[in-house]
């Protein structure tokens, strides 16, 4: 609990102390939550609806404009509540499996946000990265298959150095620990 409430008091300081100075955007971008091992689409397990929940409640003070996710269930039912929270409808962007078309499709809808944007992407293990590089961020290795409580917060600030942190939200497991 003390965890989680660190990193909303820390999102909500980034977010608004971004705000303050003139950006094209400030995207926040999380993998789905633990899923089932149970079918070719699968859905969330209890534990990943918690986090789900936990990630609205980390967010609830950010003022997003939109919420992004893939067609996948697991990444759909982790974006809902925090969509639900902020009124808004989740943005479906459809996932093809071609990692550079994908990416470049996330980044053309963040990019077709008003100036100022705070956007929430809910992506996957292996694409996270590469999102973040087509948004003009550094590189990173994809997440572990156990890691689900990390958090990128990426910002570009209008004719600045593109800024990327790297947090956690809601319960770190003994899956999910940094090695």
Same mark, same amino acid.
């Given at each position: 609990?003390?965890?989680?409430?660190?990193?909303a008091l820390f999102l909500f300081t980034v977010?608004?102390? %971004?705000?303050?100075?003139?950006?094209?955007?400030?995207?926040?971008?999380?993998?789905?939550?633990?899923?089932?091992a149970i079918g070719s689409?699968?859905?969330?397990?209890?534990?990943? *609806?918690?986090?789900?929940?936990?990630?609205?409640?980390?967010?609830?003070?950010?003022? /997003?404009?939109?919420?992004?996710?893939?067609?996948?269930?697991?990444?759909? %039912?982790?974006?809902?509540?925090?969509?639900?929270?902020?009124? /808004?409808?989740?943005?479906?962007?459809?996932?093809?499996?071609?990692?550079?078309?994908?990416?470049?499709?996330?980044?053309?809808?963040?990019?077709? %946000?008003?100036?100022?944007?705070?956007? %929430?992407?809910?992506?996957?293990?292996?694409?996270?990265?590469?999102?973040?590089?087509?948004?003009?961020?550094?590189?990173?290795?994809?997440?572990?298959?156990?890691?689900?409580?990390?958090?990128?917060?990426?910002?570009?600030? *209008?004719?600045?150095?593109?800024?990327?942190?790297?947090?956690?939200?809601?319960?770190?497991?003994?899956?999910?620990?940094?090695?």
């Amino acid at each position: 609990m003390r965890r989680s409430l660190f990193t909303a008091l820390f999102l909500f300081t980034v977010v608004f102390a %971004l705000e303050a100075q003139a950006q094209a955007a400030t995207i926040i971008l999380v993998r789905h939550a633990e899923k089932t091992a149970i079918g070719s689409d699968p859905g969330l397990t209890a534990l990943g *609806e918690a986090r789900a929940h936990d990630l609205a409640s980390a967010l609830a003070d950010v003022p /997003l404009s939109a919420v992004l996710s893939t067609q996948f269930r697991r990444t759909r %039912l982790t974006a809902e509540p925090v969509a639900a929270a902020a009124g /808004l409808e989740t943005q479906i962007i459809e996932a093809a499996g071609r990692m550079d078309a994908d990416s470049k499709a996330v980044a053309d809808a963040v990019n077709a %946000l008003p100036r100022g944007s705070t956007v %929430l992407i809910v992506g996957h293990s292996n694409t996270l990265g590469p999102i973040i590089a087509a948004l003009g961020g550094p590189g990173i290795a994809d997440l572990r298959d156990d890691e689900y409580s990390t958090m990128f917060i990426l910002w570009r600030p *209008e004719g600045g150095k593109i800024g990327l942190v790297r947090a956690n939200y809601g319960a770190r497991g003994s899956l999910d620990t940094e090695h």
